[in-house]
């Protein structure tokens, strides 16, 4: 056993969006085999591609219609294998994204729902129910769905199906048997085929409260990993995980399980990483805690103390393709950007796996200014345009060349590349000394050279206040200025890497930096 999950960088490609090998604007898994020599070089260790099954793309693939397939527009089965082989090659492991909440409204079960009078075994697979109101004209109950609106939608015999997302996504029944079978099936069908594991979607949502309560409250998508709602984080949940822990185990390798779950408090999230349960489970409390000294530490603090509970380790994640990148959440310009390369490093220096989006590496922004019509994400039609959705933290990678799609793609980008990115390029990064790219690879590197980087304990240094420094082992220490003024601080140690361009280390850290500090030992280089 290595427990390799235990810290491993795990990059997140979102496939739509990475390479697109065959010229339809569109990221498939063929381009992302010809671009794994820059997961190679950025020194990740495994890689995480986001849905490419069938699927009629009404939320960007996480509607799936044939879960043992691979979409047209993203390649064929034999790609599948091609990408997993070359990226084993590589020494990349490699984990698929399942979507077991719900699937799309074309998915054959979906289909057969429908067909199907109330009643019938086949609406039992989704969750099917009468209206209230004299003549079932209205919604079962008060659920909304995550992307605005009632989470109920009719059908035209009456009846409504629940859809916690989108209508196309109707929710399916996990209290039925043949789901649970079928779904251990779909993910025999990938471990079989040899990938490393799963990242679990709404790995929180499968089992509801059974009597469907009410919730009682007017706005209920506030609560999403802050409140108990009857709908996400039921007890009952971690059974499946039990499950399918014995199903990943008795394959060979370390097969593993990430969930995508929002628990109300981090203890509850624990629960998903019991030693019997799942591997990891994403830790978006760092994504959410403000640019500050004392939330920071909070975060740390509490999310080591919950995992540490229960043997397991947590995973630092500070962007995906549903939230706003972190260079536009930390205040955007050179400020957001100074933030964001100084959190990498903070996250990099910490016990536990940490979690790349793609263009991470690169200091992307948001893309704030797409044009309506190419917008695609269902929360920007769902919300009437006032709500922008997650286009925006999706736009293709910029790889090479003056002018969009900067090597992308040889046609059209499904969605537009800025002009301004042309600085942004891994051609251009590559070649700059300071760049985001360079500071990213230099720390992946260190890390893996540290052995007091990575799974282990953290001991917190005085620092003045603003600052916030911990040690890993006797001779690494991490720091990092959240205020926005120099601060001199007297720390051991030479310069191992630090997050702005500035090169040397006199003592003083400046704000929005993070600076590692300590000695490498001729072994371990
Ligand atoms: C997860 C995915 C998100 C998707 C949703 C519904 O939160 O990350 O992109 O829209 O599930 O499947």
């Not at 010809?34 to 890689?47: C, I, K, T």
């Not at 917190?460 to 601080?489: H, I, K, Q």
Request: hydrophobic share 40%; glycine share 10%; aromatic share 12%.
């Amino acid at each position: 056993m290595t427990n390799w999950w235990r810290d491993a960088v795990v990059y997140q490609v979102y496939v739509r969006s990475f390479a697109d090998g065959d010229g339809d604007g569109i990221g498939d898994l063929a381009g992302i085999r010809e671009r794994l020599p820059h997961l190679v070089s950025l020194g990740v260790d495994a890689v995480w591609l986001t849905p490419f099954y069938p699927s009629p793309m009404a939320d960007g693939g996480y509607d799936v219609a044939d879960y043992r397939d691979v979409d047209p527009t993203f390649g064929t089965l034999a790609d599948f294998d091609a990408l997993l082989a070359r990226a084993h090659e590589l020494g990349l492991r490699v984990l698929v994204d399942v979507v077991p909440n719900h699937t799309s409204d074309q998915h054959e079960w979906f289909a057969a729902a429908l067909a199907a009078a109330p009643g019938d075994p086949a609406r039992d697979r989704y969750l099917f129910r009468d209206g209230r109101g004299e003549r079932g004209e209205l919604p079962p109950n008060d659920w909304e769905s995550v992307f605005g609106g009632p989470a109920w939608t009719r059908v035209a015999d009456g009846q409504w199906y629940l859809h916690l997302f989108d209508p196309r996504q109707p929710d399916l029944n996990w209290r039925n048997p043949q789901v649970r079978a079928d779904f251990r099936e779909v993910l025999a069908f990938w471990l079989d085929r040899g990938v490393d594991g799963f990242r679990i979607d709404v790995a929180h949502g499968m089992i509801k409260h059974p009597e469907l309560p009410d919730t009682g409250l007017d706005e209920q998508i506030s609560l999403l990993g802050h409140g108990e709602l009857p709908y996400f984080d039921q007890d009952e949940v971690h059974e499946i995980y039990r499950d399918w822990r014995q199903l990943f185990d008795s394959y060979r390798g370390e097969r593993i399980g990430v969930a995508e779950a929002w628990a109300s408090t981090s203890e509850r999230l624990a629960r998903y990483v019991r030693p019997d349960e799942l591997h990891q489970a994403f830790n978006f409390a760092l994504l959410e805690a403000p640019w500050s000294a004392p939330d920071f530490r909070r975060v740390v603090v509490e999310s080591l103390a919950t995992t540490a509970e229960v043997g397991a380790t947590t995973t630092w994640v500070l962007g995906n393709h549903d939230v706003q990148r972190p260079v536009t959440r930390y205040g955007d310009g050179d400020l957001g950007s100074r933030r964001a390369r100084a959190a990498a490093l903070f996250s990099f220096a910490l016990p536990g796996s940490v979690y790349v989006y793609q263009g991470e590496e690169l200091g992307l922004p948001e893309v704030l200014d797409l044009p309506d019509d190419v917008r695609q994400d269902p929360i920007w039609t769902r919300s009437g345009g006032t709500d922008p959705g997650r286009d925006g933290c999706r736009v293709p990678m910029p790889w090479s060349g003056d002018a969009p799609p900067f090597g992308f793609s040889s046609g059209e980008s499904w969605l537009p590349l800025p002009e301004e990115w042309k600085t942004a390029t891994v051609a251009e990064q590559e070649s700059s000394g300071d760049s985001v790219l360079r500071t990213y690879r230099d720390a992946l590197a260190l890390r893996r050279a540290i052995p007091a980087l990575g799974d282990g304990e953290l001991e917190w240094v005085d620092t003045p206040e603003g600052v916030l420094a911990f040690r890993r082992g006797p001779d690494f220490v991490c720091a990092t200025n959240f205020g926005t003024e120099p601060v001199a601080l007297e720390l051991p140690g030479e310069l191992l890497c630090r997050s702005d361009a500035a090169t040397g280390w006199n003592g003083v850290l400046p704000g929005s930096t993070a600076v590692w500090l300590g000695k490498i030992h001729e072994e371990s280089a």
